[in-house]
T-cell receptor
Framework: GDSVTQMEGPVTLSEEAFLTINCTYTATGYPSLFWYVQYPGEGLQLLLKATKADDKGSNKGFEATYRKETTSFHLEKGSVQVSDSAVYFCARTSGGSYIPTFGRGTSLIVHP | EAGVTQFPSHSVIEKGQTVTLRCDPISGHDNLYWYRRVMGKEIKFLLHFVKESKQDESGMPNNRFLAERTGGTYSTLKVQPAELEDSGVYFC?????????????FGPGTRLTVL
């Protein structure tokens, strides 16, 4: 079935370091791809999305490009801040369904 | 505008007991969803309400789980009797309408621990 695989965490970085969190998806249908973020004590928030191949989603300095040839949607940020510490979930929708299929989540810890 | 709220934030119960989780969606959101995340695993869809009707309950794990949304406002998810494998974080989300263009807004979750 449809699935999303993301790198295991925790990812631990120093402030201002470059961030990459890998995400790959099963190549069935024409999914839309999403990144959600969960800050401590809060619910998941949609961070960015891309709906077709080669689209780039971006928000709050984060970017991810929908790569159909590698079935990937890696999350990147050029310079992380302590406030970016959170759990990040990659997700996709299946053909015809708006219910997202989530990955396992990757915890990001940023030290000052 | 208030977001999605869930109660309680934490619940610790013994195997065989009953627990009821509550979700209050954003006012005016007809669509309400329940999800569950077992420790370290994916967030899994449980079910979807449109107003008071169950639109999709394909993710409900078994008949020990009962979800209701009387009056189309808040929703409850009851687990009876609870088993060890029911432990996890239960998320609720709501959206204005159903469809990919309508963002789902999530609550902070209820962490359920079954001992």
């Amino acid at each position: 079935g449809d699935s999303v695989t993301q790198m295991e965490g925790p990812v631990t970085l120093s402030e201002e370091a470059f961030l990459t969190i890998n995400c790959t998806y099963t190549a069935t249908g024409y999914p839309s791809l999403f990144w959600y973020v969960q800050y401590p004590g809060e619910g998941l928030q949609l961070l960015l999305k891309a709906t077709k191949a080669d689209d780039k989603g971006s928000n709050k300095g984060f970017e991810a490009t929908y790569r159909k040839e590698t079935t990937s949607f890696h999350l990147e940020k050029g310079s992380v801040q302590v406030s970016d510490s959170a759990v990040y979930f990659c997700a996709r929708t299946s053909g015809g369904s708006y219910i997202p299929t989530f990955g396992r989540g990757t915890s990001l810890i940023v030290h000052p | 505008e208030a977001g999605v709220t869930q109660f309680p934030s934490h619940s610790v119960i013994e195997k065989g007991q009953t627990v009821t989780l509550r979700c209050d969606p954003i006012s005016g959101h007809d669509n309400l969803y329940w999800y569950r995340r077992v420790m370290g695993k994916e967030i899994k869809f449980l079910l979807h309400f449109v107003k008071e009707s169950k639109q999709d309950e394909s993710g409900m794990p078994n008949n020990r789980f009962l979800a209701e949304r009387t009056g189309g406002t808040y929703s409850t998810l009851k687990v009876q009797p609870a088993e060890l494998e029911d432990s996890g974080v239960y998320f609720c989300a709501s959206s204005q309408a159903s469809g990919e263009v309508y963002e789902q807004f999530f609550g902070p979750g209820t962490r359920l621990t079954v001992l």
